[in-house]
Nanobody, 115 residues
């Protein structure tokens, strides 16, 4: 069964950090481009970051550049999103995906940044 499972979300104060994990089962992530989207209440889903399968080239949306870092651990079949200097506007459900022509999605993990 092909599955992506996110974890690591939670409640954090502004300026704090969280590390999200996206773990695959039923397939190996190293052959896929892996990315993260997020969706805040009342807003459209927006791309946050991704990492390519070929050479680990990374992409970041302007609103997270310098604060978020995406990485992969192929041995653990997991991709991480390290989120630092979190802001209240980062509050959203974060979804990971795996893409190789067709796309698989995880179920999402809630991130809330609030004092």
């Amino acid at each position: 069964q092909v599955q992506l499972v996110e974890s690591g979300g939670g409640l954090v104060q502004p300026g704090g950090s969280l590390r999200l994990s996206c773990t695959a089962s039923g397939f190996t992530l190293d052959a896929f481009t892996i990315g993260w989207f997020r969706q805040a209440p009342g807003k459209e889903r927006e791309g946050v970051s991704c990492i390519s399968s070929s050479d680990d080239t990374t992409y970041y949306a302007d609103f997270v550049k310098g604060r978020f870092t995406i990485s992969r651990d192929n041995a653990k079949n997991t991709v991480y999103l390290q989120m630092n200097s979190l802001k209240p506007e980062d509050t959203a459900i974060y979804y990971c995906y795996a893409d190789r022509g067709s796309r698989y999605w995880g179920q999402g993990t809630q991130v809330t940044v609030s004092s």
